[in-house]
């Protein structure tokens, strides 16, 4: 028997323990380390947990005095970026809050952000979209607050000048999400290309509710970089102007571009569980601005892409 501060084991001759050792002190020293470790990662998860939801405090910006609003959009979106720019500059100080700006990767990421308190907002999308988007994911608490702006779109063409000499049997595109499919047939029954059956929902429309289309156009769905790129090779493509433009096309190939209806305006998306706070009271309050509309009628940056209500 060896004994050291106070413990006792049993050594065989053939595994003397090394002098001033025992072995109980050689199994405590090699499972510290063991111990430590998994504290550190036991610490890293907490703070990332903390970090990804709402920072390193446990309340959402939208109810802290003082706190700064991020209002999202899709990243690289840089007209959307600009006009909460300037609202963050030139607006936002006469309400009494901080706006900032940020882009995220995709709408259910952006949406979810709103949710959870973890952005104040977002702008790039209009009612129709926020509802496919709820509807999918029935956890998500948002709402539109008010509209701010509408998109530019219409109708392209690399080989017509307008939409009366598009042929019989014309390969027009349309996007492949319902609600802008949607807002791509009510844009081609306002050209008077098509009708769709009386009384249906026009902001919910599909091609299943075209009445007539006597020049038997044949859709073609595709997503919202594709519909630039097909522009060669289709008679004509319906979608947003500031694809177009981002893709280096004239404005002059737009045969076709009423204003669109209120149902398809761009909106202030906020958190339900935060309308009613200081702070988010007075970021819709900012977005209601009429400087925010002047800003769209003259802003070289917006020019074409957002349009003023």
Known sequence: MTQDTGSTTETSPDSPSPPGHSDIEISARRRWPLIVGALVVVAVIAAVIGWRFL??????????????????????????????????DEVAPRYDIKVAFKGLSDSTTLNRAVSDGEVAGTVYQHKLWLSQVLEANPDFQEEAATPVFRWGFGIWSDKYRDVADLPQNARVSLYSDPANEAQGLWLLERAGLITLKPGVDKWKATQKDIATNPRNLQFVLLDFAAQSRSLADLDATVGYTEYYLAANIDIAKQIYAPPAPDEFAGQLTIGTQWKDTENITNLVAAFKDPAVQEFLRTDPRVKGILLPL
């Open 55 to 88: 920072g390193s405090d446990s309340t959402s910006p939208n109810e802290t005095a003082g706190a700064t609003l991020t209002v999202v959009t899709a990243e690289g979106n840089a007209s959307e970026q600009a006009l909460v720019e300037f609202i963050a």
